[in-house]
């Protein structure tokens, strides 16, 4: 976690600690400040880009009742890829472009 606190970051960004239940469900909730302020607008698809500069699509809905936002169809695989299990951090950079990507910089919790 202080390796992932500690990063440069040079655009808006959010963290997520992946938990049992986000891994089971392949899904990451965007915290509600960051969607109020940054993704308001932006269309259903998204890419991930990790590192290595690879990319893989997801989706990301916004649900008006609870007032949510999350990423999923496609984070599942992005995990696998990746190698992310349970207890890993995640950083998620929103890249400024016509479509909404995001620059993912993983922490594992092993290392």
Request: net charge neutral.
């Amino acid at each position: 976690m202080k390796a992932a606190k500690a990063l440069k970051i040079e655009n808006p960004a959010f963290m997520v600690i992946l938990r049992d239940y986000l891994m089971t469900n392949s899904v990451v909730y965007v915290p509600h400040e960051f969607m109020k302020d940054h993704l308001l607008g932006c269309g259903s698809s998204i890419n991930l880009r990790a590192s290595r500069d690879e990319q893989w699509p997801a989706r990301c809905t916004y649900d008006p009742r609870r007032h949510t936002m999350k990423i999923h169809k496609g984070f599942g695989t992005f995990c696998k890829e990746n190698n992310l299990e349970a207890g890993d951090v995640c950083v998620f950079e929103l890249i400024k472009n016509e479509a909404a990507d995001f620059k993912v910089s993983v922490f594992h919790a092993s290392d």
